[in-house]
């Protein structure tokens, strides 16, 4: 039996504020997540968890029964014999806690930091530092961490459910594919361009939005602020955020963008963009099996190891809606999520590759001639695997065991 419950550490601000050494950043645990707590980091991306997925958990495992959202103070679990539930806390939280409740609390009792909304970018060297020293100076029990693994899978279905129930299966492509890009990464932009370049763009259909302003404006900063605001209005869509807008070393992304600025910012039509944190979630029915590809511009394509590799909404999306999947992002990322059931054409070979070398690679492959009925199988296996909640639920229960 699993049993995984919040611990609440109340830090107090001015120890924030004292400790330079450490950013605040709380990240939601999986009790926030499937009990669905609307006051959590990014709450619109778990927002119904507790409706699709709490009551179908395996029943071995137990996620905030006892202690439900608000959790135990850590105090109080102290006073108390320890036994084999999970205690979740973040880690800037473990890192702000005194040592007079760190050193008691990690050598008698399991604990659990999880980040998994941005792909371990708010577990700073800080935290990472502070519990290895703790992992070397006190006689740790049972100290697990955990990042996103497949709990995009869920986040995806949560997100594009609350827009429409399963549609029918269809896969009847009118363009080559779909590129949905939005911030221009250094990423994005490599893969753009060399569509650009091979004469495969004009048969796609793509996004990217870069602002070109002298500065982000003050308004942008204050939503950024605020956690929320137009996602035309993100200071992380500036071009000084993003170097390759203007380095001119970059001869085929400077074509690009100077052909193409007149189009920019570029969305689609029939997709809202009312807030940036979730622009990339918004759906429609319009686009179920209507592109050959989905060419996912993942958020991270630099090389890490499988545990790191950061799989978002932006490859299960592309599951939801009845389309193969090519994914620009890390090194064997499409092997990770074949290990997960799903699965990708046989003739792609570029999983290895990473940046311009991956970027190539899949514009080579998108050149060739394809089995269309091959294609059809892999659009349809997969849009039954992601639409299909117990199975989500699976991903995220041997994701969780392998993590014991």
């Known amino acids: 039996m699993i049993r995984i419950e919040n611990l609440r550490l109340s830090v107090p601000r001015f120890l924030i504020e004292k400790d330079k050494d450490i950013r605040f950043v709380p990240m939601p645990s999986y009790v926030d997540m499937f009990l669905s707590n609307d006051k959590c980091y990014f709450n619109w991306f778990y927002n119904n968890f507790k409706k699709y997925f709490h009551p179908i958990l395996p029943d071995n495992i137990k996620i905030g029964e006892q202690f439900g959202l608000h959790g135990i103070p850590v105090q109080e679990l102290l006073s108390r014999e320890p036994d084999d539930t999970i205690y979740t806390v973040g880690h800037a939280e473990l ?169 920019l910012p570029k969305s689609f039509d029939n997709l809202t963009n009312n807030k940036f944190s979730d622009s990339s979630f918004s759906a429609n029915e319009e686009f179920i099996g209507t592109h050959m590809f989905n060419i996912a511009c993942e958020t991270y394509d630099y090389d890490c190891n499988n545990y790191d590799i950061f799989i978002t909404e932006k490859c299960f999306k592309a599951f939801l809606y009845a389309t193969p999947c090519l994914v620009y992002g890390s090194p064997n990322i499409e092997k990770k999520l074949s290990s997960y059931g799903f699965r990708f054409p046989s003739q792609s070979n570029y999983d290895h590759l990473q940046g311009m070398e991956r970027a190539n690679a899949i514009v080579e492959f998108l050149k060739q001639e394809h089995d269309i009925d091959e294609l059809r199988q892999i659009a349809r296996h997969n849009f039954e695997l992601a639409w299909n909640k117990e199975f989500l639920i699976k991903l995220f229960a041997d994701h969780l065991v392998k993590g014991q």
């Open 95 to 263: 890192c702000l806690l005194p040592e007079r409740y760190t050193k008691p609390l990690l050598e008698n009792y399991r604990v659990l930091c999880v980040e998994v909304m941005e792909g371990g970018t708010y577990i700073f060297d800080d935290y990472k530092n502070r519990i290895l020293e703790y992992r070397k100076k006190f006689n740790v029990r049972d100290l697990q961490e955990q990042k996103a693994g497949p709990m995009f899978g869920l986040i995806t279905y949560n997100m594009v459910r609350n827009q429409f129930s399963m549609p029918e299966f269809k896969y009847e492509p009118k363009k080559l594919a779909i590129v949905p890009c939005h911030k221009p990464r250094q990423g994005r932009l490599f893969m753009l361009s060399t569509l650009y370049k091979e004469k495969l763009l004009q048969k796609c259909d793509w996004t990217l939005v870069p602002d070109f302003s002298e500065k982000p404006s003050k308004e942008a900063l204050a939503l950024e602020a605020a956690g929320d605001g137009h996602f035309y209005l993100s200071p992380n869509l500036h071009f000084t955020k993003w170097p390759l807008l203007t380095d001119e070393s970059y001869k085929d992304i400077q074509k690009f963008l100077k052909d193409h600025k007149s189009q």
